[in-house]
């Protein structure tokens, strides 16, 4: 058969991935897709032309919306990233009776309803491996392979920048702006990094990984998002003395009351297999009624381990070319005429156990005056540890655990002790969860 010929939007590293993947492994390709698959078009303003193989085979323009109106092209990548014009781009593609692939995770987290709808309508694909955990196969995992489980929970690290840093605090004992400082060196993170140290680009993963594991609509603005620019390095040496890793997850939970999306700093026992992950890499741990808890681990960015789920996508397209529609893999997950209407239930509204730690005058009657403020919240404590003062110093940290509470109760009562003339300054609360598996 005639070889399928796909237009590419974008040849940064990603880009340029996606054409050396399919260049070096187009046989194997071609015999696992049933046919050759062929970037024969590709928009892009600037590109490092030395890096790419097989470029002389394409035609580089940097109109890209002549390659999405291209009427050869069967197939559109958009790797261009962000809202805008990203959204045009695929919904015109679509409006052309193209199917789209793309590793944008922000565009599906904000649009992909209005895509998928669109998608549906016209009787094409789209498909975003590569927008969650770079190269791990999460969504195809929780998509096609755990299809047979009601999924409790998903709790991932997907978001390799900042893990990166609590590793680098956590292993040599640095502050998070000198760590932060190193990541943009190394290329891992922006120079304007608020997206990964503020969460917000594990949110846009997270939501898209609550539709396919809940059958939910697609809602990033109900995702709570919380960063880890607070976190200090005697927290994570403190942690580590209690037993715990500090790791910036994503956890979708669905509980009788609704469904649980969130991303903050989160306590996990050091024990947990998710706990020791570490550096850049991504892990996401999926809790299935039948299966249990099952762990994907890999590399959740980078040039070829994203390019590996661009490519994978492109196959699955193909496979699918000659199929029925309404035979296809749904979106998300589930068809769309099924997507729950469940409640997305706000933090407050969550209940996990907590790390406090706080700084008090040493003096008598501190401890007394905290626990009474806990007890009265209906806040129980699991553990406490006092840190000795260095010489001279009237200060002393306080670090505790608590057992299981409502967020709402919780921030009340630091409310109150914040308010004790004894306590100095913010009192740091980070979320815990056990983790099984």
Same mark, same amino acid.
């Given at each position: 058969?005639?070889?399928?010929?796909? +237009?590419?939007?974008?040849?940064?590293?990603?880009?340029?991935?996606?054409?050396?993947?399919?260049?070096?492994?187009?046989?194997?390709?071609?015999?696992?897709?049933?046919?050759?698959?062929?970037?024969?078009?590709?928009?892009?303003?600037?590109?490092?032309?030395?890096?790419?193989? +097989? @470029?002389?085979?394409?035609?580089?323009?940097?109109?890209?919306?002549?390659?999405?109106?291209?009427?050869?092209?069967?197939?559109?990548?958009?790797?261009?990233?962000?809202?805008?014009?990203?959204?045009?781009?695929?919904?015109?593609?679509?409006?052309?009776?193209?199917?789209?692939?793309?590793?944008?995770?922000?565009?599906?987290?904000?649009?992909?309803?209005?895509?998928?709808?669109?998608?549906?309508?016209?009787?094409?694909?789209?498909?975003?491996?590569?927008?969650?955990?770079?190269?791990?196969?999460?969504?195809?995992?929780?998509?096609?392979?755990?299809?047979?489980?009601?999924?409790?929970?998903?709790?991932?690290?997907?978001?390799?920048?900042? $893990?990166?840093?609590?590793?680098?605090?956590?292993?040599?004992?640095?502050?998070?702006?000198?760590?932060?400082?190193?990541?943009?060196?190394?290329?891992?993170?922006?120079?304007?990094?608020?997206?990964?140290?503020?969460?917000?680009?594990?949110?846009?993963?997270?939501?898209?990984?609550?539709?396919?594991?809940?059958?939910?609509?697609?809602?990033?603005?109900?995702?709570?998002?919380?960063?880890?620019?607070?976190?200090?390095?005697?927290?994570?040496?403190?942690?580590?003395?209690?037993?715990?890793?500090?790791?910036? @997850?994503?956890?979708?939970?669905?509980?009788?009351?609704?469904?649980?999306?969130?991303?903050?700093?989160?306590?996990?026992?050091?024990?947990?297999?998710?706990? $020791?992950?570490?550096?850049?890499?991504?892990?996401?741990?999926?809790? +299935?009624?039948?299966?249990?808890?099952?762990?994907?681990?890999?590399?959740?960015?980078?040039?070829?381990?994203?390019?590996?789920?661009?490519?994978?996508?492109?196959?699955?397209?193909?496979?699918?070319?000659?199929?029925?529609?309404?035979?296809?893999?749904?979106?998300?997950?589930?068809?769309? $005429?099924?997507?729950?209407?469940?409640?997305?239930?706000?933090?407050?509204?969550?209940?996990?156990?907590?790390?406090?730690?706080?700084?008090?005058?040493?003096?008598?009657?501190?401890?007394?005056?905290?626990?009474?403020?806990?007890?009265?919240?209906?806040?129980?404590?699991?553990?406490?540890?006092?840190?000795?003062?260095?010489?001279?110093?009237?200060?002393?940290?306080?670090?505790?655990?608590?057992?299981?509470?409502?967020?709402?109760?919780?921030?009340?009562?630091?409310?109150?002790?914040?308010?004790?003339?004894?306590?100095?300054?913010?009192?740091?609360?980070?979320?815990?969860?056990?983790?099984? +598996?």
């Amino acid at each position: 058969m005639e070889a399928v010929k796909v +237009g590419l939007l974008g040849l940064g590293t990603v880009g340029g991935g996606t054409v050396n993947v399919l260049t070096r492994n187009a046989d194997e390709i071609a015999r696992r897709a049933g046919r050759g698959i062929r970037i024969t078009q590709a928009a892009a303003r600037e590109y490092n032309a030395e890096a790419i193989s +097989g @470029l002389d085979q394409i035609e580089v323009t940097d109109d890209a919306f002549a390659v999405v109106n291209n009427p050869e092209i069967e197939i559109v990548i958009e790797l261009i990233g962000g809202y805008s014009p990203a959204r045009e781009l695929v919904l015109q593609a679509i409006e052309n009776g193209k199917h789209v692939v793309t590793a944008n995770k922000a565009l599906i987290a904000m649009h992909g309803n209005e895509i998928f709808a669109a998608a549906q309508a016209k009787g094409v694909t789209v498909a975003f491996e590569a927008g969650v955990a770079g190269g791990i196969p999460i969504i195809k995992a929780i998509r096609e392979g755990l299809a047979a489980n009601q999924i409790e929970w998903v709790a991932g690290i997907i978001n390799g920048t900042g $893990n990166f840093i609590l590793s680098e605090m956590r292993d040599k004992g640095r502050d998070f702006e000198d760590v932060l400082a190193e990541a943009q060196a190394l290329g891992y993170a922006e120079a304007d990094p608020t997206f990964d140290v503020e969460g917000i680009d594990a949110a846009h993963k997270l939501t898209i990984l609550s539709s396919i594991a809940f059958g939910i609509p697609l809602q990033f603005e109900k995702t709570y998002t919380e960063g880890i620019t607070r976190i200090e390095r005697q927290d994570v040496a403190f942690a580590e003395e209690l037993g715990y890793r500090i790791k910036h @997850l994503g956890i979708a939970h669905k509980t009788a009351k609704g469904i649980e999306m969130r991303v903050h700093p989160t306590l996990i026992p050091e024990r947990r297999l998710i706990a $020791n992950v570490d550096g850049v890499m991504n892990a996401v741990l999926v809790k +299935g009624d039948a299966v249990g808890p099952t762990l994907y681990y890999g590399a959740g960015a980078g040039a070829e381990p994203t390019a590996s789920a661009v490519v994978a996508d492109v196959v699955d397209v193909v496979r699918a070319l000659t199929t029925d529609p309404e035979n296809r893999v749904p979106h998300l997950a589930f068809q769309p $005429n099924e997507l729950s209407d469940l409640p997305i239930l706000g933090m407050e509204d969550v209940e996990t156990a907590y790390y406090l730690r706080m700084q008090v005058a040493d003096e008598l009657g501190v401890m007394a005056e905290i626990t009474r403020i806990l007890a009265d919240s209906g806040i129980s404590i699991e553990a406490i540890q006092q840190k000795e003062p260095a010489e001279g110093d009237t200060q002393v940290s306080l670090i505790m655990l608590t057992h299981e509470v409502l967020e709402r109760q919780m921030n009340q009562a630091i409310d109150r002790m914040e308010a004790l003339a004894s306590v100095t300054g913010p009192v740091m609360r980070i979320s815990m969860e056990q983790l099984e +598996g």
